[in-house]
Protein backbone atom coordinates (compact mmCIF):
# COMPACT_ATOMS: atom_id res chain seq x y z
CA UNK A 1 0.00 0.00 0.00
CA UNK A 2 1.16 3.70 -0.77
CA UNK A 3 2.37 5.86 1.81
CA UNK A 4 -0.98 8.22 1.19
CA UNK A 5 -3.07 5.10 1.13
CA UNK A 6 -1.98 4.32 4.88
CA UNK A 7 -2.27 7.82 5.65
CA UNK A 8 -6.48 7.90 4.20
CA UNK A 9 -6.75 4.44 6.56
CA UNK A 10 -5.79 6.46 9.48
CA UNK A 11 -7.61 9.37 8.42
CA UNK A 12 -10.73 7.29 8.59
CA UNK A 13 -10.20 5.91 12.00
CA UNK A 14 -9.97 9.87 13.32
CA UNK A 15 -13.68 9.59 12.80
CA UNK A 16 -13.82 7.90 15.94
CA UNK A 17 -11.38 10.40 18.21
CA UNK A 18 -13.06 12.87 20.27
CA UNK A 19 -12.88 16.66 18.68
CA UNK A 20 -10.20 19.04 18.48
CA UNK A 21 -12.34 22.53 17.03
CA UNK A 22 -14.73 23.17 19.15
CA UNK A 23 -15.64 26.14 16.26
CA UNK A 24 -16.25 29.78 17.26
CA UNK A 25 -14.76 33.13 15.37
CA UNK A 26 -11.31 31.73 15.88
CA UNK A 27 -10.20 30.07 12.19
CA UNK A 28 -6.70 28.21 12.15
CA UNK A 29 -4.88 26.66 9.46
CA UNK A 30 -4.92 22.97 10.63
CA UNK A 31 -7.88 23.29 12.65
CA UNK A 32 -10.14 20.15 12.26
CA UNK A 33 -14.06 20.46 12.96
CA UNK A 34 -15.38 18.76 16.08
CA UNK A 35 -18.18 15.98 14.77
CA UNK A 36 -16.08 12.96 13.91
CA UNK A 37 -17.93 12.30 10.30
CA UNK A 38 -16.92 16.15 9.52
CA UNK A 39 -13.41 15.49 10.79
CA UNK A 40 -12.40 11.72 8.93
CA UNK A 41 -14.64 13.90 6.28
CA UNK A 42 -12.37 16.59 5.56
CA UNK A 43 -8.75 14.48 6.24
CA UNK A 44 -9.89 12.02 3.64
CA UNK A 45 -10.77 15.25 1.20
CA UNK A 46 -7.47 17.10 1.95
CA UNK A 47 -5.17 13.89 2.17
CA UNK A 48 -6.64 13.04 -1.43
CA UNK A 49 -6.05 16.38 -2.44
CA UNK A 50 -2.56 16.76 -1.28
CA UNK A 51 -1.78 13.55 -2.98
CA UNK A 52 -3.11 14.96 -6.79
CA UNK A 53 -1.56 17.98 -6.53
CA UNK A 54 1.72 17.98 -5.59
CA UNK A 55 2.64 21.61 -6.65
CA UNK A 56 -0.12 23.17 -4.58
CA UNK A 57 0.82 20.92 -1.50
CA UNK A 58 4.50 22.30 -2.26
CA UNK A 59 3.14 26.14 -2.31
CA UNK A 60 1.43 25.46 1.23
CA UNK A 61 4.56 23.94 2.73
CA UNK A 62 6.28 26.88 1.80
CA UNK A 63 3.86 29.16 3.42
CA UNK A 64 3.38 30.67 -0.51
CA UNK A 65 -0.20 31.64 0.64
CA UNK A 66 -1.14 35.25 -0.28
CA UNK A 67 -4.63 35.15 1.21
CA UNK A 68 -6.13 32.69 3.58
CA UNK A 69 -9.64 34.20 3.19
CA UNK A 70 -9.06 33.46 -0.76
CA UNK A 71 -8.00 29.25 -0.20
CA UNK A 72 -11.43 28.33 -0.68
CA UNK A 73 -12.41 24.28 0.31
CA UNK A 74 -10.07 22.25 -1.23
CA UNK A 75 -7.15 24.82 0.43
CA UNK A 76 -8.73 24.72 3.89
CA UNK A 77 -9.13 20.81 3.71
CA UNK A 78 -5.65 20.58 2.23
CA UNK A 79 -3.97 22.72 5.21
CA UNK A 80 -6.04 20.94 7.69
CA UNK A 81 -4.74 17.65 6.63
CA UNK A 82 -0.95 18.83 6.09
CA UNK A 83 -1.52 19.53 10.23
CA UNK A 84 -2.23 16.08 10.87
CA UNK A 85 0.63 14.73 8.83
CA UNK A 86 2.96 16.63 10.57
CA UNK A 87 1.57 16.48 14.18
CA UNK A 88 1.51 12.27 13.80
CA UNK A 89 4.54 11.86 12.01
CA UNK A 90 6.76 13.92 14.06
CA UNK A 91 8.00 16.11 10.95
CA UNK A 92 7.19 19.51 12.78
CA UNK A 93 9.08 21.92 11.08
CA UNK A 94 6.76 21.32 7.79
CA UNK A 95 4.21 23.15 10.07
CA UNK A 96 6.24 26.02 10.71
CA UNK A 97 6.41 28.32 7.73
CA UNK A 98 2.36 27.96 7.50
CA UNK A 99 2.34 29.23 11.39
CA UNK A 100 4.67 32.30 10.37
CA UNK A 101 2.48 32.70 7.17
CA UNK A 102 -0.73 33.47 9.15
CA UNK A 103 0.53 35.61 12.46
CA UNK A 104 1.86 37.63 8.78
CA UNK A 105 -1.58 38.07 7.45
CA UNK A 106 -4.97 39.86 7.94
CA UNK A 107 -6.53 36.47 9.74
CA UNK A 108 -3.89 37.17 12.04
CA UNK A 109 -4.42 40.47 12.71
CA UNK A 110 -8.36 39.53 13.39
CA UNK A 111 -7.48 36.67 15.91
CA UNK A 112 -5.34 39.14 17.71
CA UNK A 113 -8.23 41.57 17.79
CA UNK A 114 -10.90 38.74 19.06
CA UNK A 115 -9.19 38.72 22.28
CA UNK A 116 -8.52 42.59 23.09
CA UNK A 117 -8.11 41.87 26.97
CA UNK A 118 -4.63 40.06 25.85
CA UNK A 119 -2.89 43.08 28.38
CA UNK A 120 -5.65 44.10 31.17
CA UNK A 121 -6.89 40.68 31.02
CA UNK A 122 -4.93 38.00 30.55
CA UNK A 123 -1.65 39.39 31.36
CA UNK A 124 -2.32 41.68 34.63
CA UNK A 125 -4.52 38.84 35.97
CA UNK A 126 -2.57 35.70 35.16
CA UNK A 127 1.18 36.58 33.79
CA UNK A 128 2.52 39.40 35.45
CA UNK A 129 4.37 38.34 38.24
CA UNK A 130 7.44 37.55 35.24
CA UNK A 131 7.67 41.53 35.47
CA UNK A 132 9.21 41.89 39.05
CA UNK A 133 11.19 38.22 37.95
CA UNK A 134 12.29 39.85 34.77
CA UNK A 135 13.35 43.15 36.52
CA UNK A 136 15.22 42.01 39.38
CA UNK A 137 17.24 39.59 37.43
CA UNK A 138 18.13 42.43 34.34
CA UNK A 139 19.70 44.49 37.76
CA UNK A 140 21.51 41.70 39.49
CA UNK A 141 23.08 41.40 35.38
CA UNK A 142 23.63 44.73 34.82
CA UNK A 143 21.32 44.51 31.89
CA UNK A 144 19.22 47.61 30.97
CA UNK A 145 17.82 46.83 27.29
CA UNK A 146 14.45 44.60 26.77
CA UNK A 147 13.20 42.60 23.69
CA UNK A 148 9.95 41.66 22.90
CA UNK A 149 9.31 38.86 20.11
CA UNK A 150 6.06 38.96 18.76
CA UNK A 151 5.29 41.97 20.17
CA UNK A 152 1.91 42.57 18.88
CA UNK A 153 -0.07 45.87 19.82
CA UNK A 154 3.20 46.48 22.50
CA UNK A 155 1.05 46.70 25.16
CA UNK A 156 3.42 44.16 27.43
CA UNK A 157 6.56 45.86 26.36
CA UNK A 158 5.09 49.55 27.42
CA UNK A 159 4.04 47.84 30.82
CA UNK A 160 8.16 47.24 31.31
CA UNK A 161 9.24 49.98 30.28
CA UNK A 162 7.15 51.81 32.59
CA UNK A 163 7.94 49.95 35.39
CA UNK A 164 11.21 48.13 35.04
CA UNK A 165 14.81 49.56 35.53
CA UNK A 166 15.17 49.48 31.18
CA UNK A 167 16.60 52.39 29.00
CA UNK A 168 15.46 51.06 25.99
CA UNK A 169 12.61 48.58 24.78
CA UNK A 170 12.55 47.11 21.10
CA UNK A 171 8.83 45.06 19.84
CA UNK A 172 10.11 42.38 17.18
CA UNK A 173 6.75 41.11 15.38
CA UNK A 174 5.74 39.44 11.91
CA UNK A 175 2.52 41.04 12.00
CA UNK A 176 2.85 45.22 9.99
CA UNK A 177 -0.42 45.73 10.83
CA UNK A 178 -0.09 44.93 14.62
CA UNK A 179 2.96 47.01 14.78
CA UNK A 180 0.92 50.10 13.22
CA UNK A 181 -1.29 50.03 15.86
CA UNK A 182 1.70 49.69 18.16
CA UNK A 183 3.46 52.51 17.01
CA UNK A 184 0.49 54.84 17.26
CA UNK A 185 -0.11 54.13 20.89
CA UNK A 186 3.15 54.53 21.94
CA UNK A 187 4.95 57.81 23.17
CA UNK A 188 7.84 56.69 24.69
CA UNK A 189 11.06 57.78 22.80
CA UNK A 190 13.07 54.82 24.76
CA UNK A 191 10.83 52.54 22.62
CA UNK A 192 10.93 51.37 19.16
CA UNK A 193 9.55 48.60 16.72
CA UNK A 194 11.15 46.35 13.84
CA UNK A 195 9.04 43.87 11.34
CA UNK A 196 10.58 40.65 11.34
CA UNK A 197 10.81 37.29 12.99
CA UNK A 198 12.85 36.73 16.06
CA UNK A 199 15.92 35.03 14.81
CA UNK A 200 15.97 37.47 11.47
CA UNK A 201 16.30 40.16 13.40
CA UNK A 202 18.85 38.90 16.00
CA UNK A 203 21.10 37.99 13.29
CA UNK A 204 21.02 41.81 11.91
CA UNK A 205 20.41 43.69 15.09
CA UNK A 206 21.01 41.58 18.14
CA UNK A 207 23.35 43.19 20.59
CA UNK A 208 24.97 41.47 23.89
CA UNK A 209 23.24 42.42 27.34
CA UNK A 210 19.34 42.52 26.93
CA UNK A 211 16.43 40.85 28.35
CA UNK A 212 14.25 38.42 25.13
CA UNK A 213 10.93 38.27 26.09
CA UNK A 214 7.97 36.11 24.70
CA UNK A 215 4.38 36.62 26.77
CA UNK A 216 1.12 34.87 25.63
CA UNK A 217 2.30 32.12 22.94
CA UNK A 218 5.04 32.91 20.83
CA UNK A 219 7.69 30.40 20.72
CA UNK A 220 4.76 28.13 19.84
CA UNK A 221 4.53 28.54 16.75
CA UNK A 222 8.51 28.20 16.39
CA UNK A 223 9.75 24.25 15.41
CA UNK A 224 12.27 22.66 17.52
CA UNK A 225 15.22 23.46 15.44
CA UNK A 226 14.40 26.71 14.66
CA UNK A 227 14.39 27.40 18.92
CA UNK A 228 17.62 25.66 19.15
CA UNK A 229 19.13 27.98 16.73
CA UNK A 230 17.32 30.80 18.28
CA UNK A 231 18.56 29.72 22.14
CA UNK A 232 21.85 28.90 20.73
CA UNK A 233 22.76 31.96 18.73
CA UNK A 234 21.98 34.21 21.65
CA UNK A 235 24.27 31.80 23.81
CA UNK A 236 26.78 31.65 21.25
CA UNK A 237 26.99 35.69 20.19
CA UNK A 238 24.85 38.21 22.64
CA UNK A 239 25.91 37.03 26.41
CA UNK A 240 25.19 38.57 28.89
CA UNK A 241 21.66 38.01 27.85
CA UNK A 242 18.61 37.10 29.77
CA UNK A 243 15.59 34.89 28.14
CA UNK A 244 12.32 35.62 29.57
CA UNK A 245 9.34 33.44 28.67
CA UNK A 246 5.99 33.10 29.38
CA UNK A 247 4.65 30.33 27.04
CA UNK A 248 1.70 27.85 26.85
CA UNK A 249 1.86 23.83 27.21
CA UNK A 250 -0.01 20.69 26.49
CA UNK A 251 -1.54 19.83 29.43
CA UNK A 252 0.01 16.40 29.48
CA UNK A 253 3.58 17.17 28.24
CA UNK A 254 5.97 16.20 31.45
CA UNK A 255 8.80 18.61 31.30
CA UNK A 256 11.26 16.03 32.70
CA UNK A 257 10.54 12.82 31.16
CA UNK A 258 9.73 13.71 27.43
CA UNK A 259 11.94 16.01 26.16
CA UNK A 260 11.05 16.06 23.37
CA UNK A 261 8.64 18.76 21.39
CA UNK A 262 4.91 17.69 20.24
CA UNK A 263 2.05 19.76 18.56
CA UNK A 264 -1.75 20.24 20.65
CA UNK A 265 -4.59 21.91 20.29
CA UNK A 266 -6.51 23.17 17.35
CA UNK A 267 -3.62 25.17 16.36
CA UNK A 268 -1.17 22.45 16.46
CA UNK A 269 1.38 24.32 17.68
CA UNK A 270 3.97 23.51 19.76
CA UNK A 271 4.78 22.56 23.46
CA UNK A 272 8.65 22.72 23.87
CA UNK A 273 10.67 21.60 26.45
CA UNK A 274 12.17 25.16 27.61
CA UNK A 275 14.14 23.74 30.58
CA UNK A 276 15.99 21.26 28.49
CA UNK A 277 16.67 23.05 25.74
CA UNK A 278 17.42 26.45 27.04
CA UNK A 279 20.26 23.81 29.20
CA UNK A 280 21.28 22.23 26.49
CA UNK A 281 22.50 25.86 24.78
CA UNK A 282 24.43 26.74 27.95
CA UNK A 283 21.68 29.00 30.06
CA UNK A 284 21.13 28.24 33.71
CA UNK A 285 17.45 28.33 34.60
CA UNK A 286 16.94 31.18 37.68
CA UNK A 287 13.20 31.09 37.92
CA UNK A 288 10.02 28.01 36.67
CA UNK A 289 6.46 28.21 37.01
CA UNK A 290 4.11 25.78 35.75
CA UNK A 291 0.50 27.38 36.44
CA UNK A 292 -3.23 27.29 35.02
CA UNK A 293 -5.07 30.58 34.21
CA UNK A 294 -8.62 31.01 35.04
CA UNK A 295 -9.72 28.83 31.41
CA UNK A 296 -7.51 26.04 32.77
CA UNK A 297 -4.65 26.86 30.12
CA UNK A 298 -1.49 25.88 31.19
CA UNK A 299 1.61 28.03 31.17
CA UNK A 300 4.98 27.84 31.75
CA UNK A 301 6.95 30.79 33.20
CA UNK A 302 10.71 30.93 33.21
CA UNK A 303 13.84 33.18 33.37
CA UNK A 304 17.22 31.54 32.07
CA UNK A 305 20.26 33.54 32.08
CA UNK A 306 23.79 33.55 30.23
CA UNK A 307 26.64 35.00 31.93
CA UNK A 308 28.86 37.42 29.83
CA UNK A 309 31.77 35.63 27.96
CA UNK A 310 34.98 34.83 29.12
Known amino acids: MSRWGKLMREAAVEADRPGVNA ?13 PFKRGLVLCMGLSLLALCPARRSRLLAGDIDDFATLGRSGRWMLAALGWVGARSGRLAMLQPIHRRFWQSREGVL ?12 FLMHHVDVVDEVCA ?11 EFGCGRGEVLQHFLRTGPFAAGIGVDLSAGLLAIARAATIDPRISYACNDALGWLR ?5 GCVYLTNGGVYEYFSPERLRELFAHI ?19 DLEADTRSRTYGIEQSFSHPYP ?5 AGFSILHQ ?11 LRLIAVAGPTA
Open 111 to 122: HYGHHENRHSGE
Open 235 to 253: YGTLRPAIIALVEPLSPDH
Open 276 to 280: ALLRD
Open 23 to 35: GGRDWFPFALPSS
Open 204 to 208: VSGKP
Open 137 to 147: AAMVHGIESLV
Open 289 to 299: TDYRDGAAQRW
